[in-house]
């Protein structure tokens, strides 16, 4: 029987590591070619891996709940087909091309910037003085079918031909599932030392052990963050990985994490009294970002009390109306409204700070930080400076609902300007948000409730709340956050400032 291993596979963006969630299948199952062997869940999403062979299932190499790098082998299969006898003699020579042998081809992994080469040893080819080249695999011809069938997991692979039949054809560049060979390799050229690099300028970034360039703040930076380099999408002008694709690609790591159920808390000790929580999938995307926006952009918070009672009486006024009907309408709504009116009056609080420049935004993708199963995700309303209240408050409440369910998209999870946290649904008066990273600004709102407020010299109970904001100080200073938080407060203290 000839047994297949399945790597774990990048299913993108340059992942290393996934948790398996659950086996499909059990040794002794019959497997087809695409049917769903396991889910598995990176910090990114939940993802169901089809079945590159065909066949029975041999063992299962990993349980449920481990975490394991990307190609390390999980399941083994049996494809039913007799293993190749090594001990045979070659085949006689019948002057017809050799066919080719069939070669599991599975799941790209260009992500990032990075790939990896075909693997697995080619059958052996006949002894050449020094400058063998390996010659065409063979195969039985009833093992064809499952090549094809196989290709078909992430496309159609098809080999190619020169004009001569007896020089085998041009390996594809693609990650493979391949049987390694038991028979010696053929003979090759040894390939020339290359000369020693010149050193590099001290100002220059510097070659990682793994062929990565970036400066050693960088590396220090994903050090600390736990971040390979090797999976960094690089923007330098020399082809480097900045300080901002680092943090970049932390907050994605965090940022297009999907929903799945809260792993169970583990007893570390016999008698309950401690739970020890692995951390793992999105909890580490969300630590992740969290380090590198506290650690790499000066934070100030501005805080202003405010009377919102007015904002209170035109919510409800909207809950009566016809014309939101059917839409959940509630202060956030209105804060949301009032940070996109500040932004567009203090267009700094909008933008993105770089190694190299600031880059201000002309639109607001608005995020809204909302607490799901998994942890607090952060998806955005794209184009909200372009939408209508009715548009904003349907919006808000789709993109709330998907959160909380676990749906969110990943474009939903991606590019936003600036976010509005509501820490009031805890009863919260006020806090001091950290950064979403790559951004700017934060504006967290508290809880609304009636405080004794002075209107005209007279003591009256009103709606008040407490508006609180953060800043990365290399943008923003301290005239334009306080100009943006007061204008924040002037529209929940009379929304009818929108209509100007």
Do not use: C
Not at 69 to 87: H, L, Q, W, Y
Not at 451 to 477: E, I, L, M
């Amino acid at each position: 029987m000839a047994k297949s291993e399945f790597p774990l596979p990048d299913v993108g963006e340059g992942l290393t590591e996934a948790e398996i969630v659950s086996w499909k299948v059990a040794p002794g199952d019959t497997v087809a070619v695409n049917q769903v062997l396991v889910e598995i869940e990176t910090a990114k999403s939940l993802v169901e891996l089809p079945s590159p062979f065909e066949g029975t299932v041999a063992e299962i190499l990993v349980a449920e709940g481990d975490t394991v790098e990307v190609g390390r082998p999980i399941i083994t299969v049996d494809s039913g087909a007799p293993a190749a006898d090594v001990s045979a003699p070659p085949a006689e020579d019948t002057g017809a091309p050799a066919k080719p042998e069939p070669t599991l081809v599975g799941y790209g992994t260009a992500g990032h910037g990075t790939s990896r080469r075909r693997r697995g040893a080619a059958a052996p080819a006949p002894a050449a003085p020094s400058t063998a080249v390996p010659a065409a695999p063979t195969v039985a011809p009833d093992a064809e079918p499952h090549a094809a069938a196989a290709a078909q997991v992430v496309g159609d692979v098809k080999p190619t031909t020169g004009p001569n039949p007896d020089v085998p054809p041009a390996q594809p560049e693609l990650a493979t599932w391949a049987q390694p060979s038991t028979e010696p390799a053929a003979a090759s050229v040894a390939p020339a030392p290359a000369p020693a690099p010149a050193p590099a300028p001290a100002s220059s970034p510097a070659e990682t052990p793994t062929g990565v360039l970036a400066k050693p703040p960088v590396r220090k930076l994903a050090k600390d963050l736990d971040i390979d380099l090797a999976t960094v999408t690089a923007t330098g002008p020399a082809g480097d990985v900045t300080r901002d694709d680092v943090l970049r690609h932390a907050r994605q790591a965090s940022a297009l994490a999907a929903a799945a159920p809260a792993p169970a808390p583990q007893p570390a000790q016999g008698d309950g009294r401690e739970e020890r929580i692995p951390v793992k999938g999105v909890r580490k995307a969300i630590a992740g970002a969290m380090v590198a926006s506290a650690f790499t952009a000066p934070h100030v918070s501005l805080f202003v009390d405010v009377d919102a009672t007015r904002t209170m009486e035109f919510v409800k006024r909207l809950k009566n109306s016809s014309e939101f009907e059917g839409v959940r309408v509630s202060p956030l709504l209105i804060m949301a409204k009032a940070i996109i009116w500040a932004a567009k009056r203090n267009p700094t609080v909008n933008s993105q700070w770089t190694d190299d420049e600031i880059i201000v935004k002309n639109y607001v993708n608005l995020g809204i930080a909302a607490t799901t199963p998994r942890g607090l995700l952060v998806p955005n309303v794209k184009e909200a400076q372009s939408m209508s209240l009715l548009e904003l408050a349907t919006a808000l409440q789709g993109l709330t609902l998907r959160a909380r369910e676990g749906k969110t998209s990943p474009a939903e999870m991606a590019g936003g300007t600036i976010t509005i946290t509501n820490i009031g649904v805890f009863g919260m008066d006020t806090g001091t948000p950290i950064l979403n990273p790559g951004e700017v600004a934060i504006v967290a709102l508290g809880t609304i409730k009636q405080k004794p407020w002075v209107v005209d010299g007279v003591v009256q109970p009103r709606f008040v709340t407490t508006v609180g904001a953060s800043f990365d100080h290399r943008v923003v200073d301290g005239d334009v956050a306080s100009r943006f938080v007061a204008d924040v407060a002037s529209i929940l203290e009379e929304p009818a400032l929108l209509l100007e």
